[in-house]
């Protein structure tokens, strides 16, 4: 088979790389440049030097030829301005999301020969065929499933892809490279935002959207208790990096019109707890959820699944709005907050997701 396999520089995709070049599969690697490793390189140590030398250890070991495609203007239309208009709005982006299904298997697709049947990934999932359709299945490893960033592919975007490592556990992984004796078997694992590398979060935010200073309130009492920089800076449920005293403290409420933070001591109050939102822009990989199974959803990366059931408007919910729906959960949740993705499950299928909006 024809394979095009996405190349990071990291222990992952490498170990990808490599079990398919032992099956026998005709393979061409490709390293995706973006734009924000250029541009604000300023701002901080961007390791794609690093990770493309480790790229091309890994493909001159294996004698498979290495590409290297700038996605950079992609990159910014697709993925960091969405990121930086929902901070803009007070809402939680996912830029992970983005960044697989508009350019891993998105404008990517557009780049390589039509010859390639599958797009090979160091992503932790698996894919199974079922009735003439490609179902995307979670990982062997809990922890390291990423279905939730997957979730927004499409049906022709999750057949052509391939997921090597899915059914291996993160020791594993580890074990292979090893045995494979790879030149990053003893890397560390990337951390945090596609886009930004090394580059800090807040540095990136000031960047785009400078500070704008307000003040950080009790909820319950509306006492002032310090200063934030911009509510674009703190996100629902976040403990860290507020500066305050007598914690700790956590970010329960924003009031992007006055620009106004609020935080409590207590986070699990009724008020503040939610078991209920609304959400809206499905995208289902497949269908939608069967009536006949218990629902799963994540409202974040993570091993934490909830049971819940899914309302639509339509026949079943007469009161909300074309396109809408309500997740209602069997457990309450701190940190639900508008802009962040409810990816739902059957089983260990993952049938799609939706945006959260209230």
């Keep these: 088979m024809k394979i095009a396999v996405l190349l990071s520089g990291g222990v992952d995709s490498s170990v990808a790389l490599s ?19 250029d541009e604000l390189s300023f701002l901080g140590e961007c390791p794609w030097e690093e990770d493309l030398h480790y790229a ?4 001159e070991k294996f004698s498979v030829p290495l590409k290297v495609i700038s996605l950079q ?11 930086v208009e929902e901070l803009q709005q007070g809402r939680t982006p996912s830029p992970d999301l983005f960044c697989n299904q508009r350019i891993k298997f998105g404008v990517f697709f557009d780049h390589i020969d039509k010859s ?16 003439g359709y490609s179902l995307l299945k979670t990982a062997k490893d809990d ?6 960033f997957l979730s927004h592919l499409n049906q022709e975007q ?22 494979y004796n790879l030149a990053n078997k003893n890397r560390k694992d990337s951390q945090g935002i596609c886009f930004l590398g090394k580059i800090k979060f807040n540095d990136f935010v000031r960047h785009h959207l400078g500070d704008r200073p307000g003040q950080i ?57 939610r078991d209920r939102f609304l959400v809206t822009k499905f995208n289902w990989i497949h269908q939608a959820p069967s009536k ?38 069997e457990e309450k949740d701190t940190g639900i907050a508008a802009g962040q993705f409810a990816v739902f499950y059957q089983k260990d299928t993952c049938l799609g997701c939706a945006s959260i909006y209230g």
């Design 217 to 273: 309130l009790e909820w319950e009492s509306k006492k002032k208790l310090g200063e934030h920089q911009g509510f674009w800076y703190h996100t629902i449920g976040q403990r860290r990096g507020l500066g305050l005293s007598g914690g700790p403290w956590y970010v329960v409420q924003k009031d992007i019109k006055k620009n106004i933070v609020y935080v409590s001591r207590d986070l699990q109050e009724e008020e503040k707890a």
């Design 158 to 179: 999750v057949r052509r892809a391939l997921f090597p490592i899915g059914g291996l556990c993160k020791s594993e992984v580890r074990e292979l490279a090893n045995h």
């Design 116 to 131: 390639y049947q599958r797009v090979a990934t160091g992503h932790y999932a698996r894919i199974a065929e079922q009735d």
């Design 56 to 59: 091309q250890a890994i493909c």
């Design 73 to 83: 203007k992609e990159y910014h239309e697709r993925v960091v301005s969405y990121t």
């Design 143 to 148: 922890w390291k499933d990423q279905t939730y």
């Design 19 to 37: 079990l398919l070049k032992e099956q026998g599969h005709e393979l061409s690697a490709f390293y995706l440049k973006i734009w924000l490793e």
């Design 292 to 329: 006949k199974e218990p629902l799963r959803i994540k409202i974040r990366h993570g091993k934490e699944y909830y049971q819940a059931r899914l309302e639509i408007a339509g026949e079943e919910r007469l009161d909300l709005e074309p396109g809408i729906g309500e997740v209602i959960m």
